[in-house]
T-cell receptor, first 118, second 115 residues
């Protein structure tokens, strides 16, 4: 079973539409961290946000917002009024400090390819 | 401040050849990582290091070796390349590790093709 599931392989919307990218995770840890990264067509990975398991407050940063719900093990990402520059692959990732016996590193989902059409 | 750099950017190998990928960071980070990215697979952790002189296996370590002789450098070696190792390789670094909730800073990637 995947630990981080991004069920939407590809999403295509027209510019200015709102779009939500889903992320569902699985862990036995009570302390864990969730991340979102963006990979634009140029290929680099850009950090967007980090959330720890004890902080369920939603986060808003400009047109971006994140909804963390422990009850459904989800950490969804919404882009409001999408723009062409938002076109990228978006990855959700999980860090489990304890399940892996102290191992470090991230477990990534397979990514969602977001296409914003002008 | 260059951040995380990777050498080379592109490489084509023949099956059975060996090569070393170099990752360097100038942020004084303790933790360094190697991931591979394959189409539709996301990124998978190969090896990582929690400090100079240390290495540890990740999710997909087979066929790779690593060394961290200097804090700022993390080398990934392929002793006998196989077509299954065709991938994009990303190096990353972090000050105190993802287990502490720290984000990783990624290099630009190395595209490796094994024929």
């Amino acid at each position: 079973a995947q630990k981080v599931t991004q069920a939407q392989t590809e999403i295509s919307v027209v510019e200015k539409e709102d779009v939500t990218l889903d992320c569902v995770y699985e862990t036995r840890d009570t302390t864990y961290y969730l991340f979102w990264y963006k990979q634009p067509p140029s290929g680099e990975l850009v950090f967007l946000i980090r959330r720890n398991s004890f902080d369920e407050q939603n986060e808003i940063s400009g047109r971006y917002s994140w909804n963390f719900q422990k009850s459904t093990s989800s950490f969804n990402f919404t882009i409001t009024a999408s723009q062409v520059v938002d076109s990228a692959v978006y990855f959700c990732a999980l860090s489990e400090p304890y399940s892996g016996g102290g191992a470090d590193g991230l477990t990534f989902g397979k990514g969602t390819h977001l296409i914003i059409q002008p | 401040n260059a951040g995380v750099t990777q050498t080379p950017k592109f490489r084509v190998l023949k099956t059975g050849q060996s090569m070393t990928l170099l990752c360097a960071q100038d942020m004084n980070h303790e933790y360094m990582y190697w991931y591979r990215q394959d189409p539709g697979m996301g990124l998978r952790l190969i090896h990582y290091s929690v400090g100079e002189g240390t290495t540890a296996k990740g999710e997909v370590p087979d066929g790779y070796n690593v060394s961290r002789l200097k804090k700022q450098n993390f080398l990934l070696g392929l002793e006998s390349a196989a077509p299954s190792q065709t991938s994009v390789y990303f190096c990353a670094s972090s000050y105190s590790g993802t287990s502490a909730g720290e984000e990783q800073y990624f290099g630009p990637g190395t595209r490796l093709t094994v024929t």
